[in-house]
């Protein structure tokens, strides 16, 4: 006679037993009318769990994260457009100045626009960029640009930000 | 209706092809809720939680590295998401989830009268939705998901023989409440 502990009818009830202890517990399940019942209502509560119902979501469930999602997906494709359009636009008047720069330098070096510069020109245009920007570099204009470049990240900030308060109320819209 | 495995959906979905991403929606939508309703025993709060959660997931799948399987995966972000609307919300859970020698007792609120009616099925049901968090969440992934004792561990972050512990108790709480009751006659 062995003593069939909770722990043993569990494991019999999910087939982890090994062949020497499974044969012993089916011995005293011949001999043991309590141990039988013990494990019929073991048997009976794995069934009952087995039958364990489940819960249904309302039937536009599937809809309304789609479309939140679309939603969002939108969102970020505004904001990479913004970002984007914001970069090109300071790319754009980097390049402006750089270019205005190299014209003047050009000029400043004796080369003409409309004829095509000698090789030997490029090293006094190279010399004549790189002082023109030390010109500009002067404290008074560090601060004015300085200044500008300020404003102009307040200013992207705030529409960045208000572009994305305005996607969270629509989103917060959405059922 | 695609006949797609998980993998493959994600894959598609990866590639830009976001619609797919309802299949997987379709596929986990009542199983994630019926574990939600176990949890927070409300099933508006629950389909509010299973919303963020499938959200989640979406924003997270190209984290997802196919070491488990998707279900496991995603079964991690729904139990989380629940404990952490739990906690936000400060119900007492704590006692039940810091210990396992926490002693399991359910308490039967059934009606004698009802009872009276030998439907033991009726019975047994009840009891289950006395069952705390966690035993409540193994039972669920065990029985309805029929994930495996290691899935459920991965999905719940908890050793696999924790697991198995509480899928015990809960069975063995069950059991008693039936012999406590006099069930036993009519299972004989």
């Known amino acids: 006679m062995i003593e069939l502990s909770d722990e043993i009818l569990n494991n019999y009830i999910d087939d982890e037993l090994d062949q020497y202890k499974l044969s012993e517990v089916r011995e005293q399940f011949k001999n043991s009318e309590s141990d039988r019942l013990r494990l019929a209502m073991l048997q009976r509560v794995h069934r009952e769990l087995g039958k364990l119902e489940s819960f249904e979501v309302s039937g536009n469930f599937t809809s309304i994260i789609m479309s939140k999602l679309q939603k969002k997906s939108k969102v970020v494709r505004k904001d990479r457009f913004f970002m984007v359009s914001i970069s090109s636009i300071f790319f754009i008047i980097l390049l402006a100045v750089m270019g205005y720069l190299f014209i003047m330098s050009f000029n400043n070096a004796g080369g003409s626009t409309q004829n095509v510069p000698d090789i030997n020109n490029y090293f006094s245009i190279i010399t004549n960029v790189s002082s023109s920007i030390k010109g500009l570099m002067t404290p008074k204009n560090i601060s004015i640009i300085g200044s500008i470049l300020s404003f102009c990240i307040i200013i992207t900030g705030y529409l960045f930000f208000e572009n994305q308060r305005q996607a969270k109320r629509n989103l917060s819209k959405l059922p | ?188």
């Open chain 2, 1 to 188: 209706m695609k006949n797609l495995t998980d993998i493959e959906i994600i894959e598609s979905v990866k590639k830009g092809n976001h619609s797919d991403y309802a299949l997987l929606i379709d596929k986990y939508k009542n199983k994630a809720f019926s574990l939600l309703v176990r949890m927070l025993k409300n099933e508006m709060e629950s389909e509010e939680v299973l919303q963020d959660c499938f959200l989640k997931a979406f924003k997270s799948l190209g984290n997802f590295r196919q070491e488990s399987k998707f279900s496991t995966w995603f079964y991690r972000i729904v139990y989380n998401t629940a404990l952490t609307r739990l906690s936000a919300k400060k119900r007492k859970i704590e006692t039940e989830m810091s210990s396992l020698d926490d002693h399991l007792e359910i308490k039967s609120e059934y009606d004698y009268r009802e009872a009276e009616q030998k439907d033991a099925s009726k019975y047994i049901h009840k009891l289950i939705e006395q069952l705390p968090l966690k035993y409540a969440s193994v039972i669920n992934m065990y029985y309805l998901d029929n994930m495996s004792c290691e899935e459920i561990s991965e999905a719940m972050e908890t050793s696999l023989a924790n697991i198995k512990v509480i899928l015990h108790r809960s069975r063995n709480a069950l059991k008693d409440q039936l012999i406590k009751n006099n069930y036993a006659e009519e299972l004989l």
